[in-house]
């Protein structure tokens, strides 16, 4: 579905990077770029610099307006923005169409789009999935959740490339006419309970991904997922399920190898991509040893399911650094695991005192203030063999600016020990 934007009034909400990418396509398509953010100019003035041309976009900062918002045609909101904020309610008082940066990008999209969503996997499947239809020489396009809005791409794609697209629950419940060719929904376990009222409501969210598919589309899902095998039947898309295989157990990589079949792609292809593939950054990422202990950044790990993954495949005895931004979620079910693997526990940011409670009584929980402190305290008590995993399961906004600025920061403190 394709809208006429020429000289029409567009207000984005947020300045991140999904907004200014918003800003820099409506500038191109001859719109009105409208920009409008909570924070002070001074917290996202570096952000301006990435603006084609800042003269030509209005900037409204330090908080919203109503008769900023209420002079658009469409207003058009960043990932970060909450559905039931002040703005949005002026919009739908003036009639005014709401919609997701996703939602925008995929109205003007020529090209085919493979969707990726998951309560976890959702970064290295769509990686995977991305690297195996280069590999079979086609043009391909991997943005979205990953790091790079999908707006800054949509206008220099053709209809011969693929949109490889890591879409979040946050991403899904701001569209309307989305519609992927392929649809892949890795899991669904607990996260983002901060955001959405219930695992209900985080899972009608995701479920949006297949609203507008039909019997040309697929959706690719979990057959080890309770809540994905009841899905037969109801979806108009085609259903294909990824299931263990005894040579491939990893659910992202066989998300992916079904992916690329119903793209026309061989195994024998996806099984080369697998052999060398190296992972993502700050996925379970190794950054050095020092002193015979190993240091791992997995500062992707931002829920339950994700340090259940690092600390199943961490084979040393480890010091694990935890914490961060609380999402409202249950540890507990890791205390089996944590009181097997983990030899010490390093607890920070604003969920420091929850992790010490959930499991300060099977392993010693020290907290601290900063990450830096943190890292040093787990060097002393890391012994010689050991690791030390630094898998927060927990967002990174009570600290930092999201979780790849938290894992540079964590690499840069730990390639600076002695």
């Not at 570096?46 to 976009?57: C, F, G, T, Y």
């Not at 892949?184 to 409501?201: G, I, M």
């Not at 037969?232 to 190898?257: C, H, M, Q, S, T």
């Not at 199943?312 to 693997?341: F, N, Q, W």
Request: a neutral charge.
């Amino acid at each position: 579905m394709s809208f006429e934007l020429k000289n029409k009034k567009v207000t984005i909400i947020g300045a991140a990077r999904s907004g200014i990418a918003l800003a820099n396509s409506l500038l191109r398509l001859g719109a009105i770029a409208k920009l409008t953010e909570n924070k002070p100019l001074e917290q996202f003035k570096a952000a301006l610099q990435e603006l084609s041309d800042i003269q030509k976009v209005m900037i409204e900062a330090g908080g919203h307006t109503k008769a900023f918002v209420q002079d658009s045609d469409y207003v058009v909101l960043s990932p970060g923005v909450r559905l039931d904020v002040l703005p949005l309610q002026w919009a739908r008082e003036a009639g005014i169409e709401i919609m997701g940066e996703v939602e925008f990008a995929a109205r003007l999209c020529p090209a085919p789009i493979v969707a990726v969503t998951g309560s976890n996997g959702k970064t290295t499947t769509s990686t995977l999935i991305a690297e195996i239809i280069k590999a079979a020489g086609r043009n391909v396009c991997l943005c979205g959740n990953i790091g790079s809005p999908f707006s800054k791409h949509v206008l220099d794609l053709k209809p011969s490339d693929t949109v490889v697209l890591e879409i979040s629950s946050f991403q899904l419940e701001s569209t309307t006419y989305f519609k992927p060719h392929v649809a892949v929904w890795t899991n669904f376990s607990q996260n983002h309970l901060d955001r959405h009222r219930d695992l209900e409501e985080y899972f009608q969210a995701k479920l949006k991904i297949f609203t507008n598919q039909d019997s040309n589309d697929f959706a690719i899902l979990n057959f080890q997922d309770d809540a994905h095998r009841q899905l037969v039947g109801k979806l108009k898309a085609k259903v294909v399920f990824f299931k263990k295989e005894e040579i491939i157990d990893n659910p992202n990589y066989l998300a992916a190898l079904e992916t690329a079949r119903v793209l026309g792609i061989s195994e024998e292809i996806s099984r080369r991509v697998f052999a060398d593939f190296k992972g993502v950054e700050h996925r379970l990422e190794f950054v050095r040893e020092l002193h015979g202990v190993e240091f791992i950044n997995d500062s992707k790990s931002t829920t339950v399911e994700a340090g259940r993954w690092a600390l199943e495949r961490t084979k040393k005895p480890m010091v694990m650094i935890c914490g961060g931004l609380d999402k409202h979620l249950d540890y507990s079910p890791l205390r089996t695991l944590v009181a097997h693997k983990v030899k010490h526990m390093i607890a920070i940011g604003q969920a420091r005192f929850i992790m010490k409670s959930t499991f300060g009584d099977l392993v010693d929980v020290d907290v601290f203030n900063s990450l830096e402190e943190a890292v040093k305290a787990a060097q002393l008590v890391a012994h010689q063999g050991q690791s030390v995993l630094f898998s927060p399961m927990c967002a990174s906004f009570d600290m930092f600016n999201d979780y790849e600025h938290r894992g540079r920061v964590f690499k840069e403190i730990v390639n600076q020990l002695m």
